[in-house]
């Protein structure tokens, strides 16, 4: 990273000082000493044979970063010793060469290429059903576009969100918070075939424990009950583990209110959610049996919206719903909401894969900026914030190793996803 930084500046002290060809010779012999490895007429002079004995101390880690194994020698005819990608830079951003023929260049094009293959490949992957997949989203007309609005409601932590994640496939689907009512906002678009499917959250839809709505959010709240039968089908979604151990009265009211007569102009489906949680496989069927009588219900479902458990169930029977309708949503645009979210799940996801289970789950992870810049790429500026020095030295790891890593993987996933530069700054810090 020291020799990046040394080249950059190093690059704009040639650029502004190129007129001075003697400068510009000067600034170059350097770069050729960071970047090529090779010997410079200052460098104390290799022993002879005469001199060097076999058993003289040989570290191959002093050797690494410039690629000095046996791989360099081929045939007796040795091959350079610096890395062309770094040579292909200085030529490129120091001597302004054309560098469109070299190898380098080519196997770096290709990078982009697949990373660019990936993220549509990702998109694809959204629903792993081929079934729906002999249309292009891109070609269907108006009049053959098919709709279904989805509301999720629950108690804070039933598993809305990730549920829905599951079902749209963050990563690439449209998973935004943008706003629809004053109560009510679109947790994420799935469009896949001819059909579309709108998710919405239902915040603030809990009944106290009496039966009847909260007063101090009352006009919010009435005005979200009414809107709630808008949507064509209601999921009503609940933790069933925490209901086999900690049953909370006030989940139970709402879905045995919203359960309590059939509502034609509505489907509603009641899920288990969190099974993965439940170790008796039979204590899943007492509570469906809790439940059975409640004619609102057109059918059950026991998910895992975590680990994708009966999701793709659910799924089918949310596709089979869908009406003919033109699409609300702009099945290519990515929000910025969006966009933020998915920066930050990507880095996250790099980050567990890094620290796997060292790491305890309090850690506060945030996106402190997000910058369109005039060049169209992006800054994004991300903190994790620990309780304690130890958790940041994990985070950091040895001279920043392990949040360079996490950075670097993650950077190179957003550009693709993205399909444009990202400036990704991660910074870790102590809370204080
Ligand atoms: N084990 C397990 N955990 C789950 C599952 N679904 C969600 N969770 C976890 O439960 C917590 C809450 O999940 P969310 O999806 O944020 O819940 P939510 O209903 O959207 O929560 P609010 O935004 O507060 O309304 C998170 O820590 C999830 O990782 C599941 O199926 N299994």
Redesign the pocket.
């Known amino acids: 990273m020291k020799a990046l930084r040394v080249l950059r500046t190093l690059s704009s002290i040639t650029t502004a000082q190129s007129p001075n060809p003697q400068k510009c010779f000067t600034s170059s012999s350097l770069f050729n000493r960071f970047y090529s490895a090779q010997p410079q007429h200052d460098d104390p002079l290799p022993p002879t044979t005469d001199e060097f004995h076999a058993d003289a101390v040989f570290d191959s880690s002093h050797f690494d970063d410039l690629n000095l194994n046996s791989s360099n020698i081929d045939n007796g005819n040795q091959k350079p010793t610096w890395d062309d990608k770094y040579r292909d830079r200085v030529k490129s951003q120091v001597f302004q060469e054309d560098i469109s023929q070299s190898r380098i260049w080519k196997r770096e094009e290709e990078k982009k290429k697949k990373a660019g293959r990936l993220a549509e490949s990702l998109l694809e992957a959204a629903l792993d059903d081929d079934e729906y997949d002999d249309v292009e989203v891109g070609e269907v007309k108006d009049e053959d576009q098919k709709s279904l609005s989805v509301g ?1 409601i ?12 599951y079902m749209v496939g963050t990563k690439v689907s449209a998973v935004s918070r943008k706003v629809n009512t004053t109560t009510h906002e679109v ?1 994420g678009v799935l469009t896949k075939g001819v059909t579309q499917m709108c998710f919405f ?1 239902t ?1 603030g839809l809990m009944l106290k424990k009496s039966g009847f709505p909260y007063s101090d959010i009352k006009v919010r709240n009435e005005s979200a009950w009414t809107s709630v039968n808008l949507y064509d089908v209601l999921i009503v ?1 609940f ?1 069933i ?1 925490r209901h086999l151990t900690r049953p909370d009265s006030r989940v139970v009211r709402l879905i045995e209110r919203m359960g309590s007569i059939s509502n034609t102009a509505q489907k509603r489906v009641l899920c288990m ?5 439940v170790a008796k496989k039979n204590d899943l069927l007492k509570v469906v049996e809790e439940f059975r009588d409640l004619p609102g219900y057109e059918r059950y479902f026991m ?5 994708g ?1 009966g999701v793709k169930d659910l799924t089918k029977y949310l596709m089979e719903q869908a009406v003919k309708r033109p699409w609300d949503e702009d099945p290519f645009a990515m929000s910025e909401e969006v966009m933020k979210n998915i920066s930050l799940e990507i880095v996250r996801e790099k980050l567990l894969d890094h620290v796997h289970q060292e790491i305890p ?1 309090g850690i506060d992870h945030r996106l402190m900026s997000w910058k369109e810049l005039r060049d169209g790429s992006l800054r994004i500026e991300q903190h994790f914030i620990t309780h304690k020095i130890s958790q940041r030295k994990i985070l950091v790891g040895k001279n920043g190793s392990k949040i360079g890593r996490i950075g670097v993987e993650a950077n190179e996933e957003l550009r693709a996803i993205f399909k444009r530069n990202v400036h990704l700054i991660l910074m870790v810090r102590v809370k204080s």
């Open positions: 999720i629950g108690a804070p932590n039933a598993g809305k969100s990730a549920l829905t994640n947790l959250d915040p979604i933790d583990h959610n969190k099974v993965d949680l998910v895992s919206g975590l680990k458990a789950y």
